[in-house]
Nanobody, 118 residues
């Protein structure tokens, strides 16, 4: 059974940091590029960052470039998102996702809520 479990969210003050984790199971995670997305209250889900299968290449949305870092540990079947210099506009539920889905079907976990507020 394909499963994505995001964790590490919480309440943090502006300027603070959080590290999100995405534990993947039920598919060959090392064979998939992986992405992080987020959905703020009342807004569409938006792409945040992606990482290739090896981890050697990464991409970021302009809004997070220079503050967020995506990484992966294929041995642990886990993808990470280190978030620094957090801003209130980063408040959202964060999801990970295999690029292109599994057999063409999008797969989503329940997400983890990040709230940036003083």
């Amino acid at each position: 059974q394909v499963q994505l479990v995001e964790s590490g969210g919480g309440l943090v003050q502006p300027g603070g940091s959080l590290r999100l984790s995405c534990a993947a199971s039920g598919f060959a995670v090392s064979s998939y590029a992986m992405s992080w997305y987020r959905q703020a209250p009342g807004k569409e889900r938006e792409w945040v960052s992606s990482i290739t299968t090896s981890g050697r290449s990464t991409n970021y949305a302009d809004s997070v470039r220079g503050r967020f870092t995506i990484s992966r540990d294929n041995a642990k079947r886990t993808v990470y998102l280190q978030m620094n210099s957090l801003k209130p506009e980063d408040t959202a539920v964060y999801y990970c996702n295999p690029v292109g889905g599994i057999d063409g079907m999008a797969v989503w976990g329940k997400g983890t809520l990040v709230t940036v507020s003083s």
